[in-house]
């Protein structure tokens, strides 16, 4: 028999409205058919392997394209890695937007799938979407990038991963506080929220620990992907002397290409942007999604849950631990800078690194930090209440 294509949210659709839904998912079940425009990745089982040795079928959803040179792309590397281990097969959608959609997407993905876990990615997905589905899914375990799992408030079957990755945007501001010529950096984001916040300040942090006199001026776009707004804010803060563009927006590719095109420097977020900028691109804060994803496939095969708390309800790290990486220098860092950014990486990397350490003014002459205090990365106040600029930002969170 031919397979029967049935795309995902016109079957979810269905099969709600029919109240055929169990039948139907059965039906799919039985076929070989899969989407030409939701390909999944897999990883076909060892022909060693043991007939006790179950599948484990592992979905992900993007809010961009998987080539997108930036969030989605970084997860998609992930995945990819994981699809290729024994006994793990992944489906994934891209370009899913932060809407009900998601929720059709995730309910295909368990009913046609048979989905035992879900990665829903994007920072918008989490309430009310993941939310909702896994209240009325307890057998699937959810783990959303970024989300905050409150213990009593929460469906057990819940998880949230994040990485400190502005330990890497630090040691990506000491690079670019060593090159700088106009000692004018620009910080091209989308939207003031902790987490975003939390990267412009400890990328200013990096670059004024080695270059006291660097400022960082910032323009937020409103959302996480806006091309044209991108390229304008790029634009501006080259007229106006920045001479470093970095940026936190879900595809970096914009700000990279503009950078390169005005011949000034930049440094990348997500993943690796060199290509897009070979001249002028420096370094890289970069997810490591692969050490994430690795370790989540040896928790299920071990045959444990979040729900039954075998596995994180909050699951955190930063360079120590893989969750990000450093992107290789460009050619236009220099040995010394090189030398210096090293011992800062290596700082964090054996733990002694504190970036939240007072005292700290914010860009209006406050102190926010006193002497004598310090966050930590693992501080749920960066992470959830950071609601300042540290002195040497120019701009406003309220803009």
């Known amino acids: ?14 099969a709600i409205a029919t109240a055929a839904f169990g039948a139907t998912s059965q039906l799919w079940v039985g076929c070989t058919g899969q989407a030409p425009t939701n390909t999944a990745t897999t990883g076909s089982p060892s022909a060693s392997s043991s007939p006790a040795a179950a599948l484990l079928t592992i979905g992900f959803i993007y809010v961009g394209p998987k080539d997108d040179y930036g969030y989605s792309q970084a997860h998609f590397e992930g995945e990819t890695a ?32 048979n989905v035992s876990a879900l990665f829903p990615t994007s920072f918008g997905y989490f309430d009310p979407h993941i939310l909702k589905v896994a209240a009325s899914n307890p057998k699937v375990q959810f783990f959303h990038c970024g989300g905050m799992y409150i213990e009593g408030k929460h469906p057990k079957n819940i998880g949230s991963y994040y990485g400190y990755i502005d330990e890497a945007e630090y040691v990506a501001g000491v690079v670019a506080g060593l090159t700088t010529k106009s000692g004018k950096l620009g910080f091209v984001a989308a939207k003031p929220i902790p987490q975003v916040i939390r990267n412009i300040n400890s990328y200013t942090l990096g670059a004024r620990s080695v270059n006291p006199k660097a400022t960082v ?28 563009l970095t940026c936190h927006v879900d595809s970096p590719k914009v700000v990279m290409e503009t950078a390169e095109k005005r011949k000034i420097f930049c440094t990348g977020y997500h993943a690796n942007q060199a290509k897009l900028a070979p001249n002028g691109y420096l370094t890289g804060a970069e997810w490591d999604w692969t050490s994430v994803y690795t370790q989540y496939v040896e928790w299920f095969k071990a045959g444990k849950s979040v729900a039954d708390g075998g596995i994180p309800h909050l699951l955190r790290g930063g360079l120590k631990e893989k969750f990000c990486k450093i992107s290789p220098y460009g050619s ?21 690194m504190v970036i939240y350490s007072g005292e700290i003014k914010d860009n209006t002459g406050k102190v926010v930090i006193a002497k004598g205090t310090e966050y930590k990365q693992t501080d749920l106040y960066l992470e959830q209440k950071m609601d300042w600029f540290v002195e040497g930002v120019i701009g406003s969170i309220k803009s």
């Open 82 to 113: 994981i699809s290729k281990l024994p006994n793990v097969k992944t489906v994934s959608e891209a370009s899913v937007p932060e809407t009900a959609t998601v929720q059709e997407t995730m309910l295909s993905m368990i009913n046609q799938d």
């Open 1 to 14: 028999m031919s397979p029967i294509y049935i795309p995902r949210r016109k079957f979810i659709r269905g």
């Open 332 to 352: 236009a860092v220099s040995a010394e800078t090189k030398k210096e950014a090293d011992k800062v990486l290596a700082k964090f990397m054996d733990g002694s």
């Open 217 to 244: 001026q910032v323009v937020f776009t409103g959302d996480w992907s806006v091309p044209v707004k991108e390229a304008e804010a790029a634009n501006s803060m080259a007229d106006q002397g920045v001479d470093v």
